[in-house]
């Protein structure tokens, strides 16, 4: 397992942008899936990016898509969440994981279960 730590939570204003960082102890692409999840409040945690094999195969959830985008790090111990155009419905907790890469390990609907790994999360409030 990988010791993950997120950060780059904040309070932002509806429209505002966020970028969230994750860093691991070691990533290994060839070895390991990553994945953002976020939880709001009163609500089951929600998986929303997957990053499988290759970066042309990253998921995003319907939720998200067309606004927040998965990036790695020019080191390989990091990857990126940019949040654009947030909305009060992306208030939560937002959590990193990784997993073994496997075939379907970023198959909608993202399980939990398929990463032994994670952060503490970073908190994200979207209000005016």
């Known amino acids: 397992q990988l010791q993950l730590v997120e950060s780059g939570g904040g309070l932002v204003q509806p429209g505002g942008s966020l970028r969230l960082s994750c860093r691991a102890s070691k990533f290994t692409e060839n070895f390991y899936a990553v994945s953002w999840f976020r939880q709001a409040p009163g609500k089951e945690r929600e998986g929303i990016i997957c990053?499988?094999?290759?970066?042309?195969?990253?998921y995003y959830a319907d939720s998200v898509k067309g606004r927040f985008t998965f990036s790695r790090g020019n080191v390989a111990n990091m990857v990126y969440l940019q949040l654009n155009l947030l909305k009060p419905e992306d208030t939560g907790v937002y959590y990193c994981?990784?997993?073994?890469?496997?075939?379907?390990?970023?198959?909608?609907?993202?399980?939990?279960?398929?990463?032994?790994?994670w952060g503490p999360g970073t908190q994200v409030s979207v209000s005016s």
């Open positions: 990053a499988g094999h290759t970066d042309e195969d990253i």
């Open positions: 994981a990784t997993g073994p890469l496997t075939r379907f390990v970023c198959t909608s609907p993202l399980s939990e279960q398929r990463f032994d790994s």
